[in-house]
């Protein structure tokens, strides 16, 4: 097979959340573009409509199911239409997170914990094991979490998402160290900064720019583009023999 055709998705059927904006609406974008059928998820059904519908004025496959991923029923529904309206499931990206304080450790509250790691860890935990019996028939699947460069290196304030995002990146592991005999993969990207409504506070201060950006190796935060090629290469037939990999995408954040 040529190198071009192992990263082609034709037939594959994906479930993007968090895909109304930012790095999951890129990713949706590139996995439709590289042939999958694409499930655009997000909390409103109008915006993953939205997001849906643009993918198919492109020519390519797309439906919108909303899913709160905090919630354990929208999570089970997801999954069933999805594989009511496309026969299965091939690849899962875990990308909703939430990120609702800033604050030192000792101020936030036990309600505040639960409710991020309910949405960056449990979702993403409970949504691979809704997509898995049907991974398993299919013989095969890419999972892909999307983690943060903050569950490796904390940064005050950010206390609660980045422990969220370290127990995501282990859950990664576990995933490829029991699922890998089924053919099923999973990986984790780290994305450094990237600028969506996410990030905003950050990258819309001229000050805090200045001071990321001369440290920073590539010297500039990122665009959400910049991400979807590493989920097209990890869904793919390209990356067959990688799992458990966590992969930074941080202009060089980490060397700091
Ligand atoms: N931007 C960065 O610099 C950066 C850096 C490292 C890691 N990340 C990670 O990248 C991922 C995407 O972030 P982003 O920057 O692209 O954020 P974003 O632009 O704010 O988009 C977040 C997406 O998640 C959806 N969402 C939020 N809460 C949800 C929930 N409970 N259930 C379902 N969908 C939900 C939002 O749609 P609705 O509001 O319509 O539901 C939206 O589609 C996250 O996992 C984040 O931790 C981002």
């Not at 909303?66 to 309206?85: P, W």
Request: aromatic share 6%; hydrophobic share 40%; charged share 20%.
């Amino acid at each position: 097979m040529s190198t071009r055709k192992l990263f082609e998705l034709d037939g594959k059927v994906a479930i993007v959340t968090g895909a109304s904006k930012g790095i999951g609406k890129a990713i949706a974008e590139s996995l439709a573009e590289y042939g999958a059928k694409v499930v655009v998820s997000s909390r409103s059904q109008e915006t993953v409509d939205e997001v849906a519908n643009e993918i198919k004025a492109k020519g390519f496959d797309a439906i919108g199911i909303a899913c709160h991923v905090g919630r354990d029923d929208q999570r089970k529904t997801l999954v069933e239409k999805t594989i009511a309206h496309y026969g299965g499931v091939d690849i899962l990206i875990n990308n909703a997170a939430t990120n609702p304080v800033y604050a030192p450790l000792e101020a936030i509250e036990n309600v505040i914990f639960d409710k991020v790691m309910d949405v960056n860890v449990k979702a993403c935990f409970d949504l691979a094991k809704l997509c898995f019996p049907s991974m398993k028939e299919r013989k095969g699947g890419s999972i892909i979490n999307i983690a943060s460069v903050e569950g490796m290196k904390p940064t005050g304030g950010l206390s609660i998402y980045s422990i969220s995002k370290s127990a995501l990146i282990m859950l990664t592991k576990s995933q490829a160290a029991e699922w890998g005999k089924y053919g099923i993969r999973s990986n984790a990207i780290c994305p450094g900064l990237i600028k969506t409504k996410f990030s905003e506070a950050l990258w819309s201060n001229e000050m805090m720019m200045k001071q990321v950006n001369n440290h920073l190796p590539l010297r500039r935060a990122a665009e959400t583009s910049e991400m979807a090629g590493l989920a097209v290469y990890l869904s793919s037939a390209a990356a067959s023999y990688t799992t458990g990999a966590v992969i930074n995408s941080d202009g060089g954040h980490m060397l700091m």
